[in-house]
């Protein structure tokens, strides 16, 4: 049984840092492409980032990028989520994600997410 | 930037027929995948590749596109149906987008 869970959210000022983790299991996880999805309170998803399953492709959302970095250890199977100079509008939950078709060397040409972690809340507010 | 464009609500009696639309430019040739979020729970893949169901999906969930337009079609909608419906497409400007999401309701 694929599962994956978040950790890492929290309360933090604006400007400051937190890193987000994923832990999966029940799948080969460096295969697999991954992604971090957002969710602000009340609000749609959002794609924030994604990742090949070697790690050595990566993409951003121009709304985080230069600021967030995405990262995964294989032998850990853990996904991770550098956040740094945070904003009040990154508040939101973030959702781990896997990607259903691959994406071990290259990140998939048509991207979708067939499981999905609880999320984990990150509140960012002075 | 590629944007994908959802109606905010639909409505329906039950046991009829919904349709949710997504319109993007282009969006026949990107491949859609459609999600459906009950409240306070994950999204749940329902969709993908446009037409294209995940095993245990049930076939009352469907997919079609048609030019710049995909379109979700829930057959025989019951209450448990109720849930908010989000469209999603890659382009070569934005890796992944989302629409911006459709509440669909069972009158």
């Known amino acids: 049984e694929v599962q994956l869970l978040e950790s890492g959210g929290g309360f933090v000022q604006p400007g400051g840092s937190l890193r987000l983790s994923c832990s999966a299991s029940?799948?080969?996880?460096?295969?697999?492409?991954m992604t971090w999805v957002r969710q602000a309170p009340g609000k749609g998803l959002a794609w924030v980032s994604s990742i090949s399953g070697s790690g050595g492709t990566t993409n951003y959302a121009d709304s985080v990028r230069g600021r967030f970095t995405i990262s995964r250890d294989n032998s850990k199977n853990t996904l991770y989520l550098q956040m740094d100079s945070l904003r009040v509008e990154d508040t939101a939950k973030y959702f781990c994600?896997?990607?259903?078709?691959?994406?071990?060397?290259?990140?998939?040409?048509?991207?979708?997410?067939?499981?999905w972690g609880q999320g984990t809340l990150l509140t960012v507010s002075s | 930037s590629f944007e994908l464009t959802q109606p905010p609500s639909v409505s329906v009696s039950p046991g009829q027929t919904a349709r949710i639309t997504c319109s993007g430019d282009h969006l026949g040739d990107k491949f859609a995948s459609w999600y459906q979020q009950k409240p306070g729970k994950s999204p749940v893949l329902l969709i993908y590749?446009?037409?294209k169901r995940p095993s245990g999906i049930s076939e009352q969930f469907s997919g079609s596109t048609s030019g710049n337009t995909a379109t979700l079609t829930i057959s025989g909608t019951q209450a448990m149906d109720e849930a908010d419906y989000y469209c999603?497409?890659?382009?070569?400007?934005?890796?992944?987008?989302f629409g911006g999401g459709t509440k669909l309701t069972v009158l």
């Open positions: 994600v896997k990607d259903r078709e691959g994406g071990q060397w290259l990140l998939p040409t048509k991207p979708s997410f067939n499981y």
């Open positions: 029940g799948f080969s996880f460096g295969f697999y492409a």
């Open positions: 590749q446009d037409t």
């Open positions: 999603q497409a890659s382009d070569s400007s934005t890796y992944v987008v």
